[in-house]
């Protein structure tokens, strides 16, 4: 099964406490192809200008990555995004960000993407998500992920409002969900975006790993503990890649599905924050996965009678 993907691809520039780079392959679409494409095939939906280097759709090419929905304005300028962040890693303060091109973006699926059953709506302006959407005939499970950026505009939240009703999972981090719900207990957020439409929250909590809420229950996993984190730009859509991507290759969907693909998820996310960029994701295999959800499982299993009864 293929998963199809419209979002960001972006040139970033990010400073964080252990460097800097400048003019990088980023953008959410970018990290989420790349980090499904281990499991399955990846149908992307973008846009980029003229000043996309050849090298990044080379790589994009080099993976089972479809790039036939990827169109290339000759006369307009990338994606950009600009972000610091401190010590603090779980918090991206942006300095700037430049539409370019995806301001007149109007997506047009290839006919055969609109079969895609499996889609996910990666953080770009929620109108282009709806568009895509509204294009795929009877998808079976849509995720859908945004940011303070589209949520904290009235209109833009109006139009992200319209996607949620609509997906099957919302993926956002704890601030994400605690701004669009003005909720501050978590759970209680996730209920009231529930209460939308969707069958499952999954909140992500960057070190401190990911909760799925559901109707069918509540779900924590772990984030794979790393000795070092150079750059976690993408963790967020490198754990959706993960988690679609092995939804997608299994056709497993129930519950219990779902908390495996958590696990996935995490374990992807864990390789991108190595390095800055999509860097630990080239050439990402299937035996360095293998070994960290063997080492997840061991370091959150235990064993206990419970408490005895005195
Ligand atoms: P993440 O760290 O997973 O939340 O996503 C990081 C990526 O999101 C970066 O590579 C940026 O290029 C991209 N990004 C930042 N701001 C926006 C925005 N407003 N719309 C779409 N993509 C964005």
New binding site residues.
């Given amino acids: 099964m293929t998963v199809l993907v419209v979002g960001?691809l972006?040139l970033?520039s990010v400073q964080t406490p252990f460097g800097k780079v400048d003019d990088v392959l980023?953008?959410?679409a970018s990290?989420f192809s790349l980090a499904a494409s281990t499991f399955t095939d990846v149908q992307l939906v973008g846009v980029i200008g003229a000043d996309f280097p050849r090298q990044h759709l080379d790589l994009l090419a080099s993976r089972p990555i479809d790039l036939n929905g990827l169109q290339r304005i000759q006369n307009g300028k990338t994606f950009r995004?600009a972000g610091r962040y401190d010590y603090d890693l779980n918090v991206?303060h942006?300095l700037d960000?430049q539409l370019n091109v995806f301001a007149d973006f109007d997506p047009r699926l290839p006919e055969q993407y609109r079969a895609s059953e499996y889609v996910y709506l990666a953080?770009?302006l929620p109108s282009l998500q709806l568009s895509v959407l509204e294009q795929v005939r009877q998808p079976r499970f849509v995720g859908l992920d945004s940011?303070n950026?589209?949520i904290g505009n009235p209109d833009t939240k109006r139009d992200l409002t319209r996607v949620i009703e609509r997906v099957t999972a919302v993926f956002m981090n704890d601030a994400e969900i605690r701004q669009y719900t003005g909720t501050y207990h978590l759970l209680q957020a996730a209920r009231e975006i529930l209460d939308l439409g969707p069958r499952v929250v999954l909140i992500k909590k960057g070190e401190h790993g990911a909760m799925a809420v559901s109707r069918e229950g509540v779900f924590v996993i772990a984030a794979y503990p790393l000795e070092e984190v150079k750059d976690?730009?993408?963790?967020?859509?490198s754990f959706a890649g993960g988690f679609m991507g092995h939804l997608a290759e299994s056709g497993d969907t129930s519950w219990d599905g779902i908390r495996r693909a958590m696990a996935y998820g995490s374990v992807v996310a864990s390789f991108a924050v190595e390095d800055f960029s999509v860097q630990r994701l080239i050439g990402l295999t299937r035996d360095e996965l293998r070994e960290r959800l063997r080492l997840l499982q061991q370091v959150t299993a235990f064993q206990t009678d419970l408490l005895p009864t005195s």
Avoid at 232 to 237: I, Q
Wanted: proline share 5%.
């Fill in positions: 960001s972006a970033d980023g953008g959410a990290y995004w991206a942006t960000t953080n770009i940011m950026f589209w976690p730009t993408g963790a967020g859509d």
